[in-house]
């Protein structure tokens, strides 16, 4: 699988390490990104697919102010905390990624949530009911604000973790 996303600039960064002593019970993530859209079987010529229908997007504001949950994830360990992003220009990206290639159901299209994984999952040195209640309290918790301009996404090889492109803004 491959995915295409948006850095996170070093206040975003900043924000989230400010936040760990608050996801205690949860298991943090160490590698943030603004994912825009997966490819799930990219084949040689998606990012060329990509690039063309991103033909003219214009960079993108973005901000973040408060923190959400997703209790029960359509994949992977629950709960789900992150920081909410705003930013009608990233969604209007991702519909026109969605246009040109297929969906992954309940994750995009109309389920599409901009966000910033912090947390997902149990830390192991906690009890099971410690990551619901911990999410529970959190969420809709203001914070920061954080606003920024999204001018270039990358490619993500999601096996290896490894960027395998960029696409600046305006493309």
Do not use: I, Q
């Amino acid at each position: 699988m491959e995915s295409l996303n948006a850095p996170v600039p070093p206040a975003v960064e900043r924000l989230a390490a400010d936040l760990a002593p608050a996801l205690s019970g949860l298991k943090r993530r160490e590698d943030l990104s603004l994912l825009v859209k997966r490819f799930e079987t990219p084949d040689p010529g998606t990012e060329k697919r990509a690039r063309r229908a991103l033909r003219g997007a214009e960079p993108c504001a973005a901000r973040t102010a408060e923190l959400g949950v997703f209790a029960d994830p359509p994949t992977g360990p629950a709960p789900v905390v992150y920081l909410a992003v705003e930013s009608p220009g990233l969604r209007a990206v991702h519909e026109r990624l969605c246009a040109a290639f297929d969906t992954v159901p309940g994750l995009e299209g109309d389920g599409y949530v901009p966000h910033v994984t912090l947390a997902r999952g149990a830390d192991a040195a906690f009890g099971t009911d410690a990551p619901r209640e911990v999410a529970a309290r959190l969420e809709g918790r203001a914070v920061g604000p954080v606003t920024w301009t999204v001018d270039e996404l990358y490619f993500r090889d999601v096996t290896y973790g490894e960027p395998t492109g960029t696409v600046s803004l305006p493309a």
